[in-house]
């Protein structure tokens, strides 16, 4: 099983997510939070560590904390997410060809890479499931729909 965490912002109203996936892309959990707004007091405060603040300690921790499945790995399009866990890895597209230190790794699948950057490590067995996966369909197309469903779930807030 694959996680796949995000946040979006709807008129400054953040918003995270995670679904988790079986092998075959089906969803087998998903988890959302409630759109926090912060304060104009807050932001006083915070300043411009707001948002990394809201985002990491807030909503990605909350989110890992009460998942009922336990994902092999969980993939996330904001970099700044990997420091809410180990075992966290942003992912993108790459023209790279090899990984470049620890915790970083590189996918290659016909026609196209993938790179892994995290802060903890991705077991063998792990990477080839996910290659495995990338070469049998788009490995990222899971961010599309939570996506959707979070600026659904914010829509009827």
Known sequence: MIGYLSIDVESEKHL?????????????????TKPVQPTQLQRIIY???????????????????????????????DVKLIESEKGVFYIARTTEGASSGEGEYVLITPGMKYRLVGNGEVSQETLEELKSLAERSDILEPFQRLHRALEYVCSSM
């Open 16 to 32: 995270g997510g995670i679904i988790v996936v079986d092998d075959r892309g089906v969803p087998v959990e998903f988890k959302y």
């Open 47 to 77: 300043g411009k560590a707001l948002e990394d603040y809201l985002h990491v300690e807030i909503i990605a921790k909350a989110l890992l904390s009460k998942l009922e499945s336990k994902p092999q790995v969980v993939l996330t399009d």
